[in-house]
Structure formats: structure tokens, C-alpha cells
């Protein structure tokens, strides 16, 4: 069950290929004893494995061994450093807005000229 | 509206329903993760193990998944990583250097008594590591490359390149079986 060396490779990656290189498989393989076998052989692996790797079951006492453990504990809700760093930066710029608009506006400078003529 | 398993997982965890959303993604997930780590490990019971200790990590992970990906890919990702480490704990504890020329390849390559039924996938167990570990999840869930190629931490070329050799090593081992 040896396939021709030059259809070899296409061969193993014949769900890959594009519909005009696949027609030329197919048409080698039409007149090809080994290389129909080789593509079969390759079928009957994609079947087996297919249907072996989605049959595999978890041991269902070590399941409820696992729901024993999470039953105790609580998902961990980790609260991000970033969102707690943009604060902080939202609060700085709300309050450098706030100063900016304030001195724009004369308020700071009022403020400034009346606590300056206050007699006390 | 949900569409798939993924979907429906997504939709609880994003409605922070943990428990509904573990149940399903272990009843979903779970047989597929066992193959996972036995392609690993290649050992059932260690497996297992692994496989427990998973679970339990993602239980406590669920409100950390990010929708950047699907479900089974993070599950899957976690998965691998906990049972390198493990390969790596057990390789540490081996009496035999690994660093020795060819012993690694000789640790990656065998797997030992497979437990799960078919030739096929006994003949799986004799691939390298890398091999084994994509085509298992090329099969699970005929995943795209390029999610193989994230949950492997490497590049998609390299994961088409695994997948192609090991089914062209399996080919040739089932033919050389099948004649005995």
C-alpha cells in the first residue's frame, strides 16, 4: 500500500486542497490502485479517530468528586488594577477640566483678588 | 439566540450564571479534555488527574474568560498548559537525564498502555508529543488550524506541518499493522 511519492503528500492533505487540484487527485486516483487504497486507509484513520477522541468519557466519580470540591469554593472574581488606575485618572482629568474651566471663567482669579482685599 | 454549545456557555457566563455554564462546559468538554491530557501524559489515571485538577481551576477561572475566544479553545488551552506541567514535574523526577542525546525524543514519543479501545488510537499513543497532541485535537472537534494553532502556542504553518506528518506516520503504521 505504497502510493505514488508525487501524490503522496496530496493525498494526506486531500481535504485541504482547492476543487481543481482535487479533481486531479481524483482522477489519478480513479487509475491508481494504491494510491485508492492509500486515500482509503487515510478515511478509515479520519473515521476511527474521529469517532474514538469523542467517545472518551470522564470517569463520572471523579466528576462528582470535582462538583464535591467547586461545591465549597466560589468562582474568583478578580477584579482588574486597570479599571482602578483609569479612575483615578478620569478623577484627575475631571478635576483639572473643572480648574481649567473655573480659571477661563475669572472664578479662580475673583476668588484669589477677594481673599487678598479680605481684612482678616 | 445561542447556536452552539460555545454560544449557549457564553451566554450563561456572560449572565454570570457559573454553575449552569461549568455543568455544560464539563459535560461538553470534559471527554475531550481527558483525550487531551492522555495524549499528553499517556497514561490514563495521570490523566484523569489532570484533568480534575482542570476543572477545578476553571470553576474558579469561569468569571476571568474572556470572549476574545471560544470556550473550548480557553478550556482546551488550560488544559495543555497544566499537563506540560505535569510532563515537566514528572520528566524532573525521572532517574534518567533527558538532556541525554535522543532520550527526550524516546520520553515524547512512547506512550504507555493506552486505555482507550481502538488500534487507531493506540497507534496515536506511539507518535511524538507534538503530533499527538494536535491531531487529538484535529479530531475532537475538527477544529480550524488556527485554533489548534492557538491553543498549541504556535504557528499555524507548524500545526498543518504536525497534522500532516502525523497522519502520514499513522497511515503508514496502520498499513504495517494491518498486515501483520
Given at each position: 500500500?505504497?502510493?505514488?511519492?508525487?501524490?503522496?503528500?496530496?493525498?494526506?492533505?486531500?481535504?485541504?486542497?482547492?476543487?481543481?487540484?482535487?479533481?486531479?487527485?481524483?482522477?489519478?486516483?480513479?487509475?491508481?490502485?494504491?494510491?485508492?487504497?492509500?486515500?482509503?486507509?487515510?478515511?478509515?484513520?479520519?473515521?476511527?479517530?474521529?469517532?474514538?477522541?469523542?467517545?472518551?468519557?470522564?470517569?463520572?466519580?471523579?466528576?462528582?468528586?470535582?462538583?464535591?470540591?467547586?461545591?465549597?469554593?466560589?468562582?474568583?472574581?478578580?477584579?482588574?488594577?486597570?479599571?482602578?488606575?483609569?479612575?483615578?485618572?478620569?478623577?484627575?482629568?475631571?478635576?483639572?477640566?473643572?480648574?481649567?474651566?473655573?480659571?477661563?471663567?475669572?472664578?479662580?482669579?475673583?476668588?484669589?483678588?477677594?481673599?487678598?482685599?479680605?481684612?482678616? | 439566540?445561542?447556536?452552539?454549545?460555545?454560544?449557549?456557555?457564553?451566554?450563561?457566563?456572560?449572565?454570570?450564571?457559573?454553575?449552569?455554564?461549568?455543568?455544560?462546559?464539563?459535560?461538553?468538554?470534559?471527554?475531550?479534555?481527558?483525550?487531551l491530557a492522555?495524549s499528553i501524559l499517556?497514561?490514563?489515571?495521570?490523566?484523569?488527574?489532570?484533568?480534575?485538577?482542570?476543572?477545578?481551576?476553571?470553576?474558579?477561572?469561569?468569571?476571568?474568560?474572556?470572549?476574545?475566544?471560544?470556550?473550548?479553545?480557553?478550556?482546551?488551552?488550560?488544559?495543555?498548559?497544566?499537563c506540560?506541567?505535569?510532563l515537566?514535574?514528572?520528566?524532573?523526577?525521572?532517574?534518567?537525564?533527558?538532556?541525554?542525546?535522543?532520550?527526550?525524543?524516546?520520553?515524547?514519543?512512547?506512550?504507555?498502555?493506552?486505555?482507550?479501545?481502538?488500534?487507531?488510537?493506540?497507534?496515536?499513543?506511539?507518535?511524538?508529543l507534538?503530533?499527538?497532541q494536535?491531531?487529538?485535537?484535529?479530531?475532537?472537534?475538527?477544529?480550524?488550524?488556527?485554533?489548534?494553532?492557538?491553543?498549541?502556542?504556535?504557528?499555524?504553518?507548524?500545526?498543518?506541518?504536525?497534522?500532516?506528518?502525523?497522519?502520514?506516520?499513522?497511515?503508514?503504521?496502520?498499513?504495517?499493522?494491518?498486515?501483520?
Open positions: 500500500m505504497t502510493p505514488c511519492a508525487a501524490f503522496e503528500d496530496r493525498l494526506i492533505d486531500y481535504a485541504d486542497l482547492r476543487p481543481g487540484d482535487r479533481s486531479v487527485i481524483d482522477e489519478h486516483v480513479a487509475g491508481c490502485a494504491a494510491c485508492r487504497e492509500y486515500l482509503a486507509t487515510l478515511r478509515e484513520i479520519d473515521t476511527k479517530l474521529t469517532a474514538d477522541v469523542r467517545a472518551i468519557q470522564f470517569n463520572p466519580e471523579r466528576y462528582a468528586e470535582v462538583r464535591r470540591q467547586t461545591g465549597s469554593m466560589r468562582p474568583v472574581v478578580r477584579t482588574s488594577r486597570l479599571p482602578e488606575w483609569l479612575d483615578f485618572v478620569a478623577a484627575c482629568a475631571v478635576c483639572a477640566f473643572g480648574y481649567g474651566l473655573a480659571w477661563q471663567s475669572g472664578v479662580i482669579a475673583y476668588l484669589v483678588s477677594a481673599l487678598s482685599a479680605s481684612p482678616n | 439566540m445561542p447556536t452552539t454549545r460555545d454560544d449557549e456557555i457564553r451566554a450563561l457566563l456572560v449572565r454570570k450564571r457559573f454553575t449552569e455554564a461549568f455543568e455544560l462546559a464539563m459535560s461538553a468538554y470534559g471527554g475531550r479534555m481527558l483525550g492522555f499517556g497514561d490514563r489515571a495521570e490523566a484523569e488527574d489532570a484533568v480534575q485538577d482542570v476543572m477545578v481551576r476553571i470553576w474558579r477561572a469561569l468569571p476571568q474568560f474572556r470572549a476574545d475566544s471560544a470556550v473550548s479553545t480557553w478550556i482546551y488551552t488550560i488544559t495543555r498548559n497544566r506540560l506541567t505535569m515537566k514535574q514528572r520528566r524532573a523526577h525521572e532517574p534518567v537525564s533527558l538532556d541525554e542525546p535522543g532520550t527526550r525524543e524516546a520520553a515524547e514519543s512512547v506512550v504507555a498502555a493506552p486505555a482507550l479501545e481502538s488500534d487507531v488510537w493506540t497507534l496515536l499513543g506511539t507518535l511524538p507534538p503530533y499527538r494536535a491531531l487529538t485535537l484535529f479530531y475532537a472537534e475538527e477544529k480550524s488550524y488556527e485554533e489548534i494553532a492557538r491553543i498549541l502556542d504556535m504557528p499555524i504553518g507548524t500545526v498543518k506541518t504536525h497534522i500532516h506528518r502525523g497522519r502520514k506516520l499513522l497511515a503508514s503504521l496502520y498499513g504495517e499493522a494491518r498486515l501483520k
